[in-house]
Nanobody
Framework: VQLVESGGGLVQPGGSLRLSCAAS????????MRWYRQAPGKERELVAH????????NYADSVKGRFTISRDNAKNTVYLEMNSLKPEDTAVYYC??????????WGQGTQVTVSS
């Protein structure tokens, strides 16, 4: 199983980034997917969730209205569109694949830094 995130980087406050997570080695279309993040000195937090068919979408209150999660089951890829970025969004972002009620597989993470 592999989950490979990409799209992170340095962006100014108010800017946008689009993260991607390419999956392989399991039946992607059967797995709900999540994006998490972990800032320095803080615990990992759930950012967004999407069901296996693209429904059942949920967001952390801190990102509602700014972030959008989506998936393309034909490409085995999940996305996180991040707009109106704030310095407090700075973190390593991880994608996770759900199976049997738990996040079973994790990517290696991609750094997002929001700074002027």
């Amino acid at each position: 199983v592999q989950l490979v995130e990409s799209g992170g980087g340095l962006v100014q406050p108010g800017g946008s980034l689009r993260l991607s997570c390419a999956a392989s080695g399991f039946t992607f279309s059967s797995s709900a997917m999540r994006w998490y993040r972990q800032a320095p000195g803080k615990e990992r937090e759930l950012v967004a969730h999407i069901g296996s068919d693209g429904g059942s979408i949920n967001y952390a209150d801190s990102v509602k209205g700014r972030f959008t999660i989506s998936r393309d089951n034909a490409k085995n890829t999940v996305y996180l569109e991040m707009n109106s970025l704030k310095p407090e969004d700075t973190a390593v972002y991880y994608c996770g694949a759900r199976r049997w009620g738990t996040t079973r597989w994790w990517g290696q993470g991609t750094q997002v830094t929001v700074s002027s």
